[in-house]
């Protein structure tokens, strides 16, 4: 009776199953970094205009606007210990547990909440233009 695969091919097969496996632990890690970029990520509305706001890390803050640009804001500090973000000419600042965006001079309180879409093109998309 002959096999349908040899012996002498075992190693081949091995190969591939390894790096399957290796895949799938990839896909868990990623996963796991999807949801850590969700925490960090608020969904906010300014003047009935949506955008959202990634915290890098300490020292750098991700603001996609309402027209797809994607603004790059760095820490500075205040001598009142409150989170301050800016670049020059956009800068985002807390009073306590507000968040105001502040642009050319003008100051707009921001109506900030949760990242939470359902809809995964949506999602995938917005994860896409903050990277």
């Known amino acids: 009776m002959q096999r349908f695969f040899p012996r002498r091919h075992l190693p081949l097969l091995c190969l591939p199953l ?11 890690a990623s996963k796991d970094e999807d949801e850590a970029k969700k925490k960090n990520t608020l969904d906010c509305a300014v003047n ?35 989170m301050r973000f800016g670049n020059g000419n956009t800068e985002v600042r807390s009073e306590g547990l507000d968040l105001y965006l502040i642009q050319h001079r003008n100051s707009n309180k921001m109506d900030c909440k949760p990242y939470q879409i359902e809809d995964e093109k949506i999602r995938d998309k917005d994860q896409k233009k903050l990277k």
């Open 48 to 82: 009935g205009q949506r955008m959202l706001l990634r915290f890098q890390d300490k020292d750098e803050l991700r603001l996609l606007m309402p027209d797809g640009e994607l603004v790059y804001l760095y820490s500075m500090p205040t001598p009142s210990g409150s």
């Open 18 to 28: 390894a790096a399957i496996l290796l895949s799938a632990c990839g896909s868990l």
